[in-house]
């Protein structure tokens, strides 16, 4: 089982439309999830954080967390084309002693396209 | 000029070679890490550096090396270069701690090709 994985891709939506895109994670030890945004030929973007339990809402963009059932999603309202892009999943795992050293692992994307 | 900044940009190489990237930082940050990218593989952890005297292998170091001349800059060496280290190749930096975030600074990455 891959540590964190994404839903396949590619997805496609409507403009005007919820985007939602998901993630699921291995190691039960995870205490921080974000969400990058790569356009393509760009670099990621950091667009959401979350560390506990329940929803996190930034604009239009509102990320959900459930460590029970270890998974992780970023729901877009009011999809735009300019939302098309990869979305990464990244889990932040603690080393043994609970310090964290900012090891991020990543999802394998899923490509979001939003179509007029 | 960016924070993060990766020469070469763009590099096409022949098998066997030795390639150098390299990334300097104006961010101040301790931390640096370099990442690959595969399509559909997301981003893997190569090498990263908590500071100059601390380097440490990633999830998928075999076939790399890599040197912190100062704490701005990160090099990440192929010694012999083969066909499926092709890829798109990122420096990334952070914070010492994380104030809550841990966000990571991406550069514009370097795009490698192993003929």
């Known amino acids: 089982q891959k540590e964190v994985e994404q839903n396949s891709g590619p997805l496609s939506v409507p403009e005007g439309a919820i985007a939602s895109l998901n993630c699921t994670y291995s190691?039960?030890?995870?205490?921080?999830f974000f969400w990058y945004r790569q356009y393509s030929g760009k670099s990621p973007e950091l667009i959401m954080s979350?560390?506990?339990?329940g929803d996190k809402e930034d604009g239009r963009f509102t990320a959900q967390l459930n460590k029970a059932s270890q998974y992780v999603s970023l729901l877009i309202r009011d999809s735009q084309p300019s939302d098309s892009a990869t979305y990464l999943c990244?889990?932040?795992?603690?080393?043994?002693?609970?310090?964290?050293?900012?090891?991020?692992?990543f999802g394998q994307g899923t490509i979001l396209t939003v179509h007029p | 000029d960016a924070d993060v900044t990766q020469t070469p940009r763009n590099r096409i190489t022949k098998t066997g070679k030795r390639i150098m990237l390299e990334c300097s930082q104006t961010?101040?940050?301790?931390?640096m890490y370099w990442y690959r990218q595969d399509p559909g593989l997301g981003l893997r952890l190569i090498y990263y550096?908590?500071?100059?005297?601390?380097?440490n292998k990633g999830e998928i170091s075999d076939g790399y090396s890599v040197s912190r001349q100062a704490q701005a800059k990160f090099s990440l060496s192929l010694e012999s270069a083969i066909p499926n280290q092709t890829a798109l190749y990122f420096c990334?930096?952070?914070?010492?701690?994380?104030?809550?975030?841990?966000?990571?600074?991406f550069g514009a990455g370097s795009r490698l090709t192993v003929l």
């Open positions: 990334a930096t952070s914070d010492l701690e994380d104030s809550g975030a841990n966000v990571l600074t």
């Open positions: 190691d039960r030890g995870s205490q921080s």
């Open positions: 979350i560390y506990s339990n």
């Open positions: 990244a889990v932040r795992q603690f080393w043994a002693g609970g310090t964290s050293y900012g090891k991020l692992t």
């Open positions: 961010k101040g940050h301790d931390r």
């Open positions: 550096s908590f500071d100059v005297k601390d380097i």
